[in-house]
């Protein structure tokens, strides 16, 4: 019996031998036939290969720029190019995320092409024939030798646009035969894709900075560089260091007008007033005033008196109520007359805190310039202009708002820390009444954003 077991195993062993046998020579025999369905022993890869797309934007035209190496093989020439958009590098070609082949597409060589020339032609894909034009082909009209070159092919706006949909990848499959179509030499897949825009945003907030002050320093003449100081001696850099609501004019005469600064020995503040405005605003910036009515007269008077006089500028006997005569005219005081009134001596650039900003006032060139009638010098925007007092003062007693300043016919309309020098004048004549003599003013920045 064991015998018998024995005998039928080795039968058994026999024939899964056999069987093995023949599995081995059929797989041998199919071989050669899974080599040749393959790519070519000779067909090499494409290195340092890419494109460039000059933009990731949807449905926008975008240009192309593929460069790549031919890695070495011997004198070989190139007669045709082929670019086929793909959703996958390898397989069959879906075309669901590639971008738009236009109808007549073009292409330019770049690189060190040897060969020269080129027809373009748009085509349904190799891979997956039968499917929407996806592939160009470019025929090297002149082929030559391209082995072991680097080489680049443009692909103009005017040929693609990108697909419609956002962060969608692509992937141009590139295959360099040297003759049409039939013996592949050189290939390679590059990548690209479609993004979303992205939108950075920022905020600049609207800004002013407007004081109004009093100051120990008289910028006139040589004195344009000098700092403004406050009462404390310290330097107005900015709104925060201002100080002072109060410009006294001294004693006035008849001799003649006094205007600020008014030295202490005289009954004076020995300070000039100042009108400091930063804003950012873009259509730009005016500044006025406006005189507070006492009694209904914003006139420069003892407080609550009836002024029966004229308004203007009185001369002589004709000043004898307890209000001094103003003009919206700018002018010049004579001694005798009874007049009050207000001038910008000039722009001072002291506090500017912008190195790229140009402010000079000795040639025109500030963003907040004087306005006809408060004037003190010259000023020609651009050109010159005159710290002075010598073109007169003037001064709106009505109540209505004037502006004395602006930036609005600046070539730049933001001002930084720029300050108008206000000077005050005051002249009595003989018959001018005794008495305590003030007036008030409200200054307004308007900025225009």
Not at 78 to 107: H, M, R, W, Y
């Amino acid at each position: 019996m064991i015998a018998k077991q024995l005998s039928r195993m080795k039968i058994t062993a026999r024939k899964a031998l056999l069987i093995a046998q023949g599995v081995i020579l059929v797989g041998a025999s199919l071989m050669p036939i899974l080599v040749s369905q393959s790519a070519s022993a000779a067909t090499l890869q494409l290195t340092n290969r890419s494109v460039t797309e000059s933009t990731a934007q949807i449905s926008t035209a975008a240009q192309l720029v593929f460069t790549f190496t031919t890695t070495t093989k011997g004198a070989t020439n190139v007669k045709q190019i082929e670019f086929e958009f793909c959703d996958t590098p390898l397989g069959s070609c879906a075309a669901t995320q590639t971008p738009a082949i236009n109808v007549a597409p073009t292409a330019t060589l770049g690189g060190t092409w040897a060969g020269a020339g080129t027809t373009v032609t748009r085509v349904a894909s190799r891979a997956t024939p039968g499917t929407p034009a996806t592939q160009i082909n470019i025929v090297i009209t002149t082929p030559a030798n391209e082995d072991n070159k680097t080489l680049g092919v443009t692909i103009p706006s005017t040929t693609i646009t990108n697909n419609a949909s956002v962060n969608k990848s692509y992937y141009p499959r590139i295959r360099l035969y040297s003759d049409l179509g039939t013996t592949l030499e050189w290939q390679g897949s590059v990548a690209q894709s479609t993004s979303q825009t992205l939108t950075i945003n920022a905020r600049v907030a609207e800004q002013l900075s407007f004081c109004i002050g009093t100051t120990i320093t008289d910028a006139i003449g040589a004195n344009v560089t000098t700092p403004m100081l406050n009462s404390g001696s310290t330097n107005i850099s900015s709104c925060t260091n201002a100080d002072g609501t109060t410009v006294d004019l001294g004693s006035v005469s008849s001799s003649g007008a006094n205007i600020t600064p008014v030295a202490v020995a005289n009954g004076g503040s020995a300070t000039n007033a100042y009108a400091m405005i930063q804003t950012n605003a873009q259509s730009g910036a005016t500044v006025q005033y406006k005189a507070i009515l006492n009694s209904s007269s914003g006139r420069l008077k003892v407080a609550s008196a009836a002024c029966s006089g004229s308004t203007a500028f009185d001369a002589g006997s004709s000043s004898t109520d307890q209000c001094f005569g103003s003009s919206t005219t700018q002018t010049v005081f004579a001694a005798g007359n009874e007049a009050f009134g207000m001038t910008i001596a000039g722009v001072g650039c002291f506090a500017v805190p912008v190195a790229a900003y140009t402010c000079d006032y000795t040639t025109g060139n500030v963003n907040l310039r004087p306005q006809a009638s408060y004037i003190g010098g010259t000023f020609v925007a651009g050109t010159s202009g005159t710290y002075a007092t010598g073109t007169g003062f003037a001064w709106d007693q009505s109540g209505t708002a004037v502006t004395i300043a602006s930036s609005a016919a600046s070539t730049v309309k933001v001002i930084a820390n720029e300050s108008l020098m206000l000077k005050f004048a005051a002249g009595s004549s003989v018959t001018t009444p005794t008495g305590q003599y003030t007036t008030q003013a409200d200054f307004i920045a308007t900025p225009t954003f």
